[in-house]
């Protein structure tokens, strides 16, 4: 692990280079046991996927002893096993749609291929033969939430196969000032559910009807009283539906009636890696109430 | 009227800040709060306000507010010169304003950022425990995003606070000199560069770009940085400014594409895929905040013992400021 400070109120700690679930399992595990340890002084815990950043008051505690005591838990946590209470969560998802398909059309001068859709640039450059076999993998095994951030609720999700069947995308070559509300998008090996209109750089695969950020209290599926829906360590299973599907939860929220399937469960990152497509599965049954 | 202003013209992106809204980050929700925290605290201090309490910040050119009560008012930060129904007032000063007066100003002079202080303090409900407005996510301030003519704000209750009381002027902390020096702790992802860029980097006069905002601020004018080259890791993408998406510290400096610097402020992106450089100590936070577009800037660099050391001289400022006005 790699230790920085970030001015003289931030250490930014970088757990590994590459991205992995034992990397965020680790940055996780780590920012647990700041948070259970109340150390006075810290004002701002921040797992994020493959590293932590912990904000503190440097007239609180002295950047070295803030320093000691992250190595210190660092150690206890290498001992820690990888299990977590988490919840699963599906998430509706109309691939393909109108509105972000319009948005796209808009800025074709800014990515790598401006004679095809995102979608249909992903699946070729991730060795699928169609679209629909490119979302049947997208939506097909569940994700890991191993970030929160960039803008208000935004969860960086993390795709629970291993590497060979990790997809892969680039960026645009240059961000587009606009990207729908609710878009589901892609980066790297990150799918991004944009919790709010604005600029972006992610491909866009489609859109959910289910609002992720609540600042004015309208949905109660958002019990949280930080207005945000997702938590770092919160399992998606993203279901692929039509339009009217779309259209119907779309009401549903607008009436006020909507509630995702939403489940609680305990993930073991032991169990999950000896066998991925079993784990997956049971938990598939847990959020279907098997 | 009743114990409030009326909005009768905006301004540029007037917003309700305090000192910001800590807690949160780890969901996406920034800091927020008075780009120039000391300004803030100062024209609080003048109106006999805590030092936490909501005022409105002004972004080069100021409001017109009607009173709809009694106040006393403080002006601090930017040298925006304020006028009551059109006669000037001094900044870093405390002034009264009467029931039906217009508050008003004039041409910026110095600075980006006035700070506007009213006894009782602006009243918009807390969110997450703050009153800084955060327009990215529509949360806080007055519903959520910048003043709009015809919106009314609430005053807070307020004591006798007496007109007429100042700042002594070596107390009136602002970016001096040209270029102006940012002090920064090199660091984060700072061995992705050459040492030939590094020492560029330091060297070189940069220059605020028309892009900066509560979000961050950008600087152009400095030779692109060379990278130490390496295969890119799994899932940090092909640029060799790329990372695996990381938090962001505020304060940081993302370099992307490693041309234009940009340094993350009050509003802050949590976090990205984007290296960075290190991080501006948290002493001088502040005068980036009154940073005019086109200002020439240079970032010197210092370590840990500098930081700590400038970070107990801005707020023994502070103190003497609250001593002097006690």
């Known amino acids: 692990m790699r230790y920085s400070f970030g001015g003289d109120e931030h250490i930014f700690v970088e757990v590994d280079e590459s991205m992995s679930l034992e990397a965020f399992f680790k940055a996780l595990s780590i920012t647990g046991a700041v948070r259970d340890s109340a150390i006075d002084g810290v004002t701002e815990i921040c797992p994020a996927n493959a590293s932590f950043q912990i904000k503190f008051d440097p007239d609180r505690i002295k950047p070295d002893d803030m320093l000691a005591e992250l190595k210190r838990l660092e150690r206890s946590a290498d001992s820690a096993p990888s299990v977590i209470d988490t919840r699963i969560i599906e998430m509706p998802v109309f691939y393909n749609d109108p509105w972000t398909h319009e948005t796209l059309m808009r800025f074709r001068d800014r990515h790598q291929d401006p004679n095809a859709t995102d979608l249909e640039y992903a699946a070729r450059i991730n060795g699928k033969a169609s679209v629909d076999e490119f979302i049947a993998a997208h939506s097909g095994a569940p994700w890991f939430v191993s970030m929160v951030g960039f803008v208000a609720g935004l969860p960086f999700l993390y795709q629970m196969v291993d590497r060979p069947r990790q997809l892969e995308v680039p960026k645009y070559l240059r961000p587009r000032t606009d990207t729908p509300k609710l878009t589901v998008g892609y980066g790297g090996c990150f799918t991004a559910v944009y919790s709010v209109r604005g600029a972006g750089g992610y491909q866009m695969f489609g859109i959910t009807p289910m609002p992720i950020y609540d600042p004015k209290s309208e949905h109660a599926y958002i019990t949280d009283d930080t207005m945000c829906l997702f938590r770092p360590g919160d399992i998606v299973k993203f279901r692929s539906v039509d339009r009217a599907y779309y259209e119907d939860v779309e009401r549903e929220v607008a009436a006020g009636r909507f509630a995702p399937k939403m489940r609680d469960v305990t993930f073991s990152l032991e169990e999950f890696k000896a066998d991925i497509d079993a784990y997956n599965t049971k938990l598939e049954g847990v959020l279907n109430g098997q | ?326």
Request: aromatic residues 8%; proline residues 8%.
């Open chain 2, 1 to 326: 009227m009743a114990s409030e202003i009326e909005v009768k013209a905006p301004g540029l992106a007037t917003t309700v800040q305090d000192l910001g809204r800590p807690g949160f980050y780890h969901l996406g929700i920034p800091l927020s709060g008075a780009m120039d925290r000391l300004a803030l605290v100062a024209a609080n201090l003048l109106v006999g306000n805590p030092p936490d309490a909501a005022g409105l910040e002004a972004v080069f050119m100021g409001p017109e507010l009607v009173f709809g009560r009694d106040a006393t008012v403080a002006v601090c930060g930017a040298d925006l010169p304020p006028k009551v129904d059109g006669e000037a007032v001094p900044t870093w000063e405390s002034f009264a304003v009467k029931a039906g007066q217009t508050l008003s100003f004039g041409y910026l002079k110095t600075g980006a950022r006035a700070y506007i202080a009213i006894s009782g303090g602006i009243d918009v409900p807390v969110v997450l425990g703050s009153r800084s407005t955060y327009p990215l996510g529509g949360l806080g301030g007055h519903e959520g995003r910048a003043l709009a003519a015809g919106d009314r704000l609430a005053l807070g209750d307020a004591g006798a606070s007496p007109a007429g009381r100042s700042v002594p002027e070596g107390l009136r902390r602002g970016p001096g000199g040209s270029p102006v020096e940012i002090r920064m702790l090199p660091g984060l992802y700072w061995h992705r560069i050459t040492e030939t860029a590094g020492k560029r980097f330091f060297k070189e006069t940069w220059k605020v770009a028309p892009e900066a905002d509560r979000i961050g601020y950008r600087f152009r004018g400095g030779t692109p940085l060379d990278f130490v080259p390496r295969e890119q890791p799994f899932g940090a993408g092909s640029d060799p400014s790329n990372i695996v998406d990381a938090c962001y510290p505020y304060g940081s400096i993302q370099v992307p594409g490693g041309t234009e610097p940009i340094v993350l402020h009050r509003d802050a992106v949590s976090g990205g895929g984007y290296m960075m450089v290190g991080t501006v100590i948290s002493a001088d936070m502040d005068l980036i905040g009154q940073l005019q577009p086109h200002t020439p800037v240079r970032f010197v660099e210092t370590d840990m013992e500098g930081a700590l050391a400038a970070r107990h001289e801005r707020a023994a400022i502070v103190n003497q400021i609250r001593e002097h006005l006690a």
